[in-house]
């Protein structure tokens, strides 16, 4: 009985940590930071002065609870991009979605290991923890902003893609690191394995959705929506059981979603959007509060240096060899190159080793955190920047 008395003071302060979050985002983007930097701040504030009610919860299920808060956030980010905005940048999307996030998860490994002399395997998993770019960071940035659709397009379509394929390489790589290197090959045949089966589940469950969208045309507002959500997260669960990418295939599922949604009643967007509203706090502060904690002077320096290296060298490098052959001017390479940000997927990441017992978890967890804090301070409170110069670049140009 008393576990259950003492469970309501702890939601109490779980909803105020939350509406502290909410309340703290207008006074960020008054100083030019986004949204997202608010609700970090707020949990890393509330781990370090240990108020966080997420002292008693289990790795275990900060994970669990951040997975269906990313279900929502990417199946929101599927509806709000589109199938044929996302097919028109499909090229640039899975070159800088896949291809790219395997890049720069290498490229930051080999400064992690050599510049910071981190073992091999602490190295690899940090690398892959800040490979992907943040969906809930990156729409929270754009919305709204005047920038080039091309390569707004370009960004969101990337942030979906190269958060499921990030997020199979963590489980392939902890798989590596935690069992030696005998199981590097099937590590990589798993990797494989839950995009391919993901990007199959999303096929498959975005045409059930769009079915079940028609067939379910005489409920009343709202209710319909919530079904079609439900259904995602089911989609997204089963794939997953089926050791394939749940995170894949509900994103794919928004995108082939999206238009048919549009075409019957585009307000209905508002019950995900909502609901992924609620989501993008719930991931920062929660995660935020529990690896501040382990936070020391050597986690600052290692992920204050690996943003730079990142922002300014990795990012640029990989983004340029991934957009050969894109025809977009200047400007939209600029914001394309610039518009990396690190949020909640990358702090999700940084928490499977401890899922494993690796021996170097608080280590990833803490240089993943600061280094993301870093990321949302420098790109995202410049990116908006960025983002109108290329408007008017586009504007300007000679039609």
Not at 76 to 94: D, E, H, I, K, M
Request: negative net charge; contains cysteine.
């Amino acid at each position: 009985m008393d576990q259950y008395v003492d469970f309501f003071p702890e939601l109490a302060l779980a909803a105020a940590l939350l509406l502290a979050a909410l309340a703290a985002a207008p006074l960020f983007e008054r100083i030019r930071l986004p949204s997202p930097a608010a609700f970090l701040a707020v949990g890393m504030a509330a781990g370090l002065f240990e108020i966080a009610p997420t002292a008693d919860l289990s790795v275990v299920r900060l994970e669990q609870v951040g997975a269906v808060a990313l279900f929502v956030i990417l199946f929101q980010g599927g509806l709000s991009t589109g199938f044929q905005a996302a097919r028109a940048a499909a090229r640039p999307v899975l070159s800088l979605g896949i291809v790219g996030t395997a890049a720069t998860a290498c490229g930051l490994a080999v400064v992690a290991r050599f510049a910071l002399g981190l073992d091999w395997s602490i190295a690899l998993l940090i690398g892959v923890a800040l490979a992907p770019t943040d969906p809930a960071a990156v729409y929270a940035v754009l919305r709204g902003r005047s920038g080039s659709e091309r390569a707004r397009t370009i960004l969101e379509g990337e942030s979906g893609f190269n958060d499921p394929a990030a997020i199979a390489l963590m489980v392939a790589v902890t798989a590596a690191v935690t069992a030696g290197h005998a199981s590097y090959g099937h590590s990589v045949v798993r990797f494989a394995e839950e995009l391919g089966i993901g990007l199959g589940a999303g096929i498959a469950g975005g045409l059930l959705l769009i079915w079940a969208l028609r067939a379910t045309r005489h409920l009343e507002e709202g209710v319909q929506a919530v079904v079609v959500l439900l259904g995602a997260v089911l989609l997204g669960a089963l794939t997953a059981t089926l050791h394939g990418s749940g995170f894949l295939a509900v994103y794919i599922a928004g995108l082939l979603l999206s238009d048919a949604w549009a075409r019957q009643d585009g307000t209905q967007h508002a019950v995900p959007e909502a609901l992924s509203t609620v989501a993008e706090p719930l991931v920062f502060v929660t995660l935020g509060a529990a690896f501040a904690p382990l936070i020391g002077l050597g986690d600052i320096g290692r992920g204050i240096l690996l943003t730079f290296i990142t922002v300014f060298a990795i990012r640029p490098l990989v983004a340029s060899a991934c957009l050969i052959g894109s025809r977009l001017d200047a400007s939209d390479r600029a914001l394309v190159s610039w518009g990396g940000l690190k949020g909640a997927v990358p702090l999700l990441l940084a928490g499977y080793p401890a899922l494993d017992d690796f021996d170097g978890a608080d280590t990833v967890a803490a240089t993943v955190l600061v280094a993301t804090a870093a990321s949302l301070v420098v790109q995202g409170g410049t990116l908006p920047f960025v983002a109108d110069r290329a408007r008017a670049s586009e504007a300007s140009a000679p039609t």
